[in-house]
DNA sequence: TTTCATACTTTGTTCAAACATTGGCATGTC
DNA sequence: GACATGCCAATGTTTGAACAAAGTATGAAA
């Protein structure tokens, strides 16, 4: 049955059959607002395809089109014989290339909350002088950022902006980094050379991302080049690892 | 007309419908042996959908969900009113590319030792089976190793092996692996999905890599994938990070 | 020559239907 | 209790069909 206690019957969307979008790909928006919404997490399997797809107005073959995709994409699993379920959200970050932090949890559905930016202006130290290619004690703007979702912090960037991209203490941070820097300067992240290693928390560290310290994290020291292989951040980043991976599609080389 | 001269007369492989591998997984692997092949990249085009389900024997649909995994793979593009074209290979340089660790310590100059080497059969766990698409229980070669330089251990590898390798427990793993599997099986690791994490050392790793309980470790969970994109090898790797970063070279995406 | 309509090729979308396979559950037997 | 059996619900696979939309090629009209 479709309509049982599980699955009590919702305002039954029905899809535009006169929209020029696709009917699987409303059908898949409705399943992305459906995967926010913790009745379904909570009751662990969505309404089975066929009653949904009825309830939708489409056919199975155009529903399971949607499934397929949100499937292979990682939010959802099916199993024969079972349902289909929402998957238990392990959030990751990362292909063979990279993109903006916000933009890439946006694209998983989880909204970026900023629990912190302290914007200033220093004297380069060593290590950041010799990243960004410029005289120990020249001055940087540094950035200071932490990031997570669901009141819970779970990154910390500091950035350290090279002085070519001429930003001011004063704009605006909140927006995507590097969509920032490509409107402002007309300058394009694009490559990026990095380190990885896992560090304790310090002090500092810990308070800032509400764990205990000596917490293992994850540090990314990251160089970016603009497309002319020109130095324009690096910045040491933090992660917490317990909500969050960092994935990575490799080739061989 | 499907058989001009720009798509000419191929051996028409008529798929096997008798066989317990789905309709639509054949047509993918031969469409993936298609792409390889040179006269479809010159061509431009592969044939179209409806010749060449015709001549693979299935129904346009199966193939067409066949193709759909390759195009969401980045290995082909479709385009309505013109076909179906082999995408082509982007040239990058030292792209987030992957070596075996002995070759690339090699590079640097280090000389790699070995400090351990344990050999086991044993079924799968539940992650390992799904990280390398087999029934959980099924028996897998099991490789422990550690390895660093200079007296110091510095990495542990855990390495389960697909048992589609077929490896014996008294194959000589001193060699790196790749290699060695290239040579035994003409499997040849291509690719790898992977996992980054940092986590603090149980007494287990703290022994194996001579550090305290608790030191941070850089975690690497690694699925690699022959050029078939079959899983060959699921790895769970753990790094000391005093004398060693992983090191990257991505590209913006 | 240029422009435009039209036919044709190819992929895109959608449907209904049938059967296979998987896994959970109830019912039975020993 | 242990085990086999069979039913049911759910996803998995495959097909044939029809029409839509995009892009190319052709030929007629201006």
Redesign the interface.
Known sequence: MSNNSKHPARATVRLDHKSHLPLHAQAEQVLREMILRPEHRAAGLLPDEVSLSRSLGISRNTLRAAIG?LV?EGRLERKAGIGTRVTEPKV?SG?????SFTREMDAKGIKVESYSIKVQVLAAPDGVARELQLKPGTEVLCLDRVRGWDGQPEVHFRSYLHPRLKLSADADFSQPL?ELVKEQCSI?????????????ADRRLARLLDVKT??????RDRTVLDTGRRPMEFAVVH?R?DRF?????????
Chains 1, 2 share one sequence.
């Open positions: 995709r292979a990751q292909v063979g290339a990279w993109h590097y394009v992240a694009d490559q990026s050379q990095e380190e990885l290693t896992a560090v304790a000596g917490t293992p994290l994850l540090r992660y690892c991976r960092l994935t990575l599609n490799l080739r061989q080389g």
